[in-house]
């Protein structure tokens, strides 16, 4: 299969780098020293996932420089603040209508994608494995928490082509299931970001520590109840019903097998690059205002993190 990775950092290498392996024509869109690198040298992967050096891709920095441009499938795996103009990139450059499929943290991508191209080729993908780019070339897996879970929110795209899909990815040795409620596992994903993401830039500690202190821990038990009020009144469907069954997945479930991963949010701070926090606790905000539901803890950690990015970026 002809498979495009638009945002090649650290979960989008890693994904097309497995696809790759399994004999399929990836191509990786992504930063000039990181492609650079995998055209020389090739791309190298290592972690918990074993090492592998993969030389069979293909690298751009732009569909601009992509001949014919014609593809199967689409990995989205951009930061959520550029997905509107990936959307409106894939329209104006791709030929015929390939799947694609978002793998991307936070609120709105799915929405974004499927507006510019048709809910009848956009997917969502939840993904919730720790990657890191170590250098240009090398990415690495860090923790890995669950499944990657494919579904089509608005049901246009059919459940026996989404499984077809799903088979590509474990064919390819990237664990990976079939739901038709892949909005619920969104927001799963959304409330363990949102509960852990900030708190670790803030505090610049892996996940574990956060869940061992009594005090980060009342703060994302706040985080997460003030999540879970939201999505009431917004009739936003999620995995469990009642509050207590979030708390009990989120830090019996979720956190452990992630306990040593530094955020990805964390890992932007360090490297002074923009922060997704408007697609995470700032969406969360956002709802809450619209629904007027009061969410004073998630605003807080907005305001910290944009403090944080606005420090980070005048340094």
């Known amino acids: 299969m002809r498979i495009l990775v638009y945002g090649a950092g650290a979960l989008g290498s890693v994904i097309g780098g497995f696809l790759a392996k399994s004999s399929n024509q990836v191509t990786f869109l992504g930063r000039e020293a990181h492609i650079r690198q995998i055209r020389e040298a090739g791309l190298q992967i290592s972690g918990i996932w074993g090492e592998h050096l993969v030389c069979n891709v293909r690298g751009i920095t732009s569909l601009a420089e992509d001949e014919p441009c014609e593809y199967d499938l689409v990995l989205v795996t951009v930061k959520s603040y550029d997905t509107q103009a990936v959307a409106l990139d894939l329209k104006a450059n791709l030929r015929g209508s390939p799947y694609v499929i978002s793998l991307q943290n936070g609120y709105g991508n799915y929405e974004k994608l499927a507006r510019v191209l048709g809910s009848d080729q956009v997917l969502a993908g939840r993904v919730i494995i720790g990657f890191r780019l170590n250098s240009p070339g090398c990415a690495e897996v860090t923790v890995f928490a669950d499944k990657i879970a494919i579904g089509a929110p608005d049901e246009r795209i059919g459940a026996e082509k989404v499984e077809d899909l799903v088979e590509l990815f474990n064919q390819a040795d990237l664990p990976a299931f079939y739901t038709d409620n892949i909005g619920a596992y969104i927001w799963a994903k959304i409330i363990y970001n949102c509960a852990l993401n900030p708190l670790s830039a803030i505090t610049r500690v892996p996940y574990g520590a956060l869940g061992e ?103």
């Open 213 to 315: 202190n009594k005090e980060t821990r009342a703060l994302m038990d706040l985080v997460i109840e003030e999540i879970y009020l939201v999505a009431r009144k917004a009739g936003i469907k999620l995995l469990w019903d009642e509050l207590e069954g979030i708390k009990k997945a989120f830090y019996e479930q979720m956190l452990p097998p992630t306990a040593s991963h530094n955020s990805s949010m964390l890992q932007d701070l360090n490297h002074g690059k923009r922060l997704e926090i408007d697609a995470l606790n700032g969406a969360v905000v956002e709802l809450g205002n619209r629904y007027e539901v009061a969410v004073p803890v998630n605003e807080t950690l907005v305001r910290l993190i944009k403090f944080l990015e606005t420090r980070n970026q005048s340094a």
